[in-house]
């Protein structure tokens, strides 16, 4: 038996076609939906940033994700495997400990935002997140993210949350989870989003989100476009190449693509729909920063009948889909320890939980005693944060699709991207060029223009 027919029976596979999409989009759609995309779009003056966005999504996204893919279905490996598996001789296995570091860097203050929805969830629940108005809810959300242990606690109670989920496995846990959660949360993002149509301050939140002000597309807003993407679709580190080694031969990855990029950018924009319709109407800062969604929401449960009601089960959404998320990120490290390092997956998960607790305990007191302590300007949380998203996942896409582009072997792209040629892909020509040539150019100029070299 050939190695790649037993690592083939030996590793689980995901059961259904609904297992692949609702696992891909769990991954998919978590906090930088709902909390990052807000708050990005907030800062970066609203439209000129969608705009920006949805290039970066459907141009240089939907590629890598197909790249990833490809990678990880076709040789049934992690990260580093996969490198290896595709270039034996080459170096470009190193791409793999960038995006081990960058997902140890992003669990870490991802759960520090997890920890305040479990917060917020138990303040729901508890009737104690009602309040009279913005100031209110302002100075709330202030006093508890500033404080010293309650952020750590529950930042360490999310990661446990996690370890918990991951040290059972990939399919049962993971599958089973997101198959019921993901659609639910989308009905419910739904209702948010008609009742936030009713606010008085829509016209003014739909304007500001949907109309670009071309002056506005600065270096700034190109980058942290790009950079939202890429965390959004959970790209660049090796993430879709871990989930898409468990992949069935017969899923169609370009397909699997679009609809994973076209339903995690529509959960993106209802969230946006929700957000700044309220932000308007309440009198909030859209460019408020990190702390924006926990803000605003609170205040649009408020003005809702069973307000209470409606918060909780959001906040328990919120934090299903991130565990979603989290799990897909600390898969990336587990596999490599696992396969790799031929650890247990007990120790795998032990380390990649601990890792994440030490710097997750950092980011979390960054709001509090550790504010002043800066970085380049940054707090510990922002510095994990921007270098992450904006640096390391935008490098890992570049390297990617120069990889897939120019150095994997054609056929073996387009076997996987066809299921070795059993039906015609109209997309395939252009997929290859994006990965070739736009991908990798617009990237780097992306870079150039936010370092000063050029001007856009
Ligand atoms: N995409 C997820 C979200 O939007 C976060 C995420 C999960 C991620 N896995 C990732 C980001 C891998 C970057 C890389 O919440």
Redesign the pocket.
Known sequence: MSTSEKSKKTRVQFATRLGVIATTVG???????IW?FPYEAGTHGGGAFMLCYIFFIFIIGVPVICAEFLMGRGTRSNIFGAYRKLAPKGKWFYAGYMGIL??IL?LSF?SVVAGWTLEYFVQSVSGSLDLASMEEYHARFDEFSTGNWRPVLWTLIFLTLNFLILVRGVTKGIERMSNILMPVLFVILLIFCINSLTLPGAGEGLRFLFHPDFSKIDSGVMLGAMGQA????????G?MTTYASYFSDSTRLAKSAVITASL?TAVAFLAGIVIFPAVFTFGFSPAAGPTLVFEVLPSIFHSLPLGAVWSSLFFFLLLL??LT??I??SE?SIAFFVEEKKMSRRSATVLNTGLAAVFGVLCALSFGCLGDFKLFGLTVFNLFDYV??NIL?PIGGMITSIFVGWFVDRRFVRDQLTDFGSFRLKMLGVIVFCLRYVAPVCILLVFLNSIGLIQL
């Not at 890429?230 to 580190?237: E, R, V």
């Open positions: 991954s998919a759609v978590g906090l930088g939906n990052r960058a997902s992003i991802y890429f965390f959004s679709l959970s790209l660049g580190l993430c995690d889909a991130s998320s989290t897909s990120m990336i992450s998203s996942l």
